[in-house]
């Protein structure tokens, strides 16, 4: 029989935060910071919006780009949280997460060929889905002395006639870095003057702890030459509902649009209704939910402190990301053995690419109790070493 399988799926690594977590659910009494999940519930009043447009019988496909009602609450929230306009029917469109948006936006925009500048560590999609795409990924390593911000000599240093496409992975996952304004129009007059368009995960946007995240759509000329994504999963804790959106300029949408009525037809009804509501009435959980997080960001950090473990402070998303360098082993090994000696579960760097070796990423997406009983495990494991 001929081989099933086309070459570039199989040359494909599985992420490696699964692999974690299989062991986990076999593991009793295990606890695990490793899931880039909120464990806050939908609110309710936004559940309560979902379970009502089922109750009316909104259980059709909407139009490809999504219910008209969300694109406009979508465009209205960048416009009071960035001070960007978008049109609602030209320039914005739901999908299934950021994820598919990240996906569209990269299969919508290379030829073969094509480079696309990614930094690492960061989120585990923006690499295959740039190969899967025909693409060539071109990885900035981010570093700690830099406290994971991307710098504009780092974009410089790979940009070459090829490159296309520069990944923005900020609010952070794995690091939880943020770039602030100067950074970001350092990195912009680089995109500007190579010609060159980014694709934005803003998907943490709304869990930043040192004032607002900027986004690089603010910035002057950057409108026209970004894909902005982000989603309800994080900032709302609707993971489960499976819904983000992409806004950009409309000659992209509608190719992304395109491949999105092909393989998908449309985002889920439901969530979609669910969302109006999200952002209608929503900022309060949020906020609350933010407060939380903050605190416990707080709490790792000094546990981390007393307990000898050095890391740089985070200000977004849910994750520290400290380092083990000291301990002389590969982050690969500190979490396998803290899993088997402690029952402890986290995420080795390397997950997030190479340069996250020496590294481990921990959530705080886990209550207060959950990360005292963690912090006593993982001070035990570090003082065996
Ligand atoms: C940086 C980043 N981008 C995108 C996603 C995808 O999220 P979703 O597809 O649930 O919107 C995640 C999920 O962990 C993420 O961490």
């Known amino acids: 029989?001929?081989?099933?399988?086309?070459?570039?799926?199989?040359?494909?690594?599985?992420?490696?935060?699964?692999?974690?977590?299989?062991?986990?659910?076999?593991?009793?009494?295990?606890?695990?910071?490793?899931?880039?999940?909120?464990?806050?519930?939908?609110?309710?009043?936004?559940?309560?919006?979902?379970?009502?447009?089922?109750?009316?019988?909104?259980?059709?496909?909407?139009?490809?780009?999504?219910?008209?009602?969300?694109?406009?609450?979508?465009?209205?929230?960048?416009?009071?949280?960035?001070?960007?306009?978008?049109d609602p029917i030209k320039e914005v469109f739901v999908t299934v997460g950021g994820s598919e948006a990240i996906d569209l936006a990269l299969r919508a925009m290379v030829?073969?060929?094509?480079?696309?500048?990614?930094?690492?560590?960061?989120?585990?999609?923006?690499?295959?889905?740039?190969?899967?795409?025909?693409?060539?990924p071109v990885i900035i390593e981010l570093k700690e002395e830099n406290q994971f911000r991307l710098t504009a000599q780092e974009v410089l240093d790979k940009v070459t006639d090829k490159t296309k496409i520069l990944v923005l992975p900020f609010p952070n996952n794995p690091t939880g870095a943020i770039m602030e304004k100067e950074d970001l129009e350092a990195i912009a007059k680089v995109v500007i003057e190579k010609d060159l368009y980014v694709i934005s995960d803003e998907i943490y946007g709304e869990l930043t702890y040192s004032g607002k995240h900027v986004s690089i759509v603010s910035l002057p000329g950057m409108k026209e030459r970004t894909i902005l994504i982000n989603g309800f999963s994080k900032a709302y804790a609707m993971t489960g509902w499976r819904l983000g959106y992409a806004c950009g300029p409309q000659a992209i949408m509608e190719?992304?649009?395109?491949?999105?009525?092909?393989?998908?037809?449309?985002?889920?009804?439901?969530?979609?209704?669910?969302?109006?509501?999200?952002?209608?009435?929503?900022?309060?959980?949020?906020?609350?939910m933010k407060e939380q997080y903050n605190h416990r960001r707080r709490f790792l950090l000094s546990e981390f402190e007393r307990i000898g473990l050095p890391c740089f402070e985070p200000y977004g998303a849910f994750y520290v990301f400290p380092c083990i360098k000291k301990f002389g082993m590969t982050s690969d090994e500190f979490c396998t053995r803290l899993l088997k000696e402690e029952k402890l579960a986290v995420v080795p760097g390397t997950a997030?690419?190479?340069c996250g070796e020496g590294y481990i990423r921990v959530s705080y997406a886990y209550s207060l109790e959950n990360l005292k009983a963690a912090m006593e495990r993982l001070e035990r494991f570090i003082s065996k070493l």
């Not at 500048?117 to 025909?134: G, M, T």
């Not at 491949?259 to 906020?287: K, W």
Request: net charge negative.
């Open 111 to 136: 030829d073969e060929g094509d480079e696309v500048l990614i930094p690492q560590p960061s989120y585990v999609s923006y690499e295959p889905c740039a190969i899967l795409a025909d693409a060539v």
């Open 255 to 288: 190719q992304m649009v395109k491949i999105h009525q092909f393989a998908i037809m449309c985002a889920p009804t439901t969530s979609q209704y669910a969302a109006v509501e999200a952002l209608r009435n929503g900022d309060d959980d949020v906020l609350m």
């Open 1 to 86: 029989m001929r081989n099933p399988i086309g070459k570039k799926v199989v040359d494909i690594k599985p992420s490696g935060i699964r692999k974690f977590f299989d062991i986990v659910l076999e593991t009793e009494g295990a606890i695990s910071l490793g899931v880039g999940e909120p464990d806050f519930d939908t609110p309710w009043h936004i559940r309560d919006e979902g379970i009502y447009s089922l109750e009316k019988g909104r259980t059709f496909y909407t139009s490809n780009s999504g219910l008209k009602e969300l694109r406009t609450e979508i465009s209205n929230y960048i416009q009071r949280t960035q001070g960007v306009s978008y």
């Open 352 to 354: 997030f690419g190479d």
